[in-house]
């Protein structure tokens, strides 16, 4: 298992949907890979700086992300990239807790 440092652009007006399918547990059921991604984009941090979405997650694809891009983020995130393949978990949060939360600053914020 790696953790992956990501970074990606919100789609925002798909936001509300994706914010319902983790709110659903839809994502969730999702294997193997849908618990670890409702923990991560819960978790999600938003840099205002870049306007991206950043976030760790739990990944065991080669390439990176593959099927959760393809089942998920590629729908609500555009220029995803993997900013570090292999980070310790803990870590890559603390990089990112000072930033705002990813769903006040994009659904709510523009609300």
């Known amino acids: 298992m790696a953790n992956r440092f990501v970074r990606a652009r919100p789609v925002q007006e798909r936001l509300p949907e994706l914010r319902e399918r983790l709110n659903s547990g839809e994502i969730e059921s999702f294997e193997p890979f849908g618990s670890a991604m409702t923990r991560a984009l819960n978790r999600a941090r938003f840099d205002p700086e870049t306007g991206e979405a950043v976030w760790i997650e739990e990944d065991y694809c080669s390439p990176p992300l593959a099927m959760e891009r ?10 995803l990239t993997v900013v570090e393949e292999d980070i310790d978990e803990a870590a890559g949060w603390r990089q990112i807790d000072d930033l705002p939360g990813l769903w006040e600053q994009t659904i709510e914020g523009t609300a």
Request: charged letters at 40%; hydrophobic letters at 50%; aromatic letters at 20%.
């Open 70 to 79: 393809a089942e998920v983020l590629d729908d609500y995130f555009e220029a």
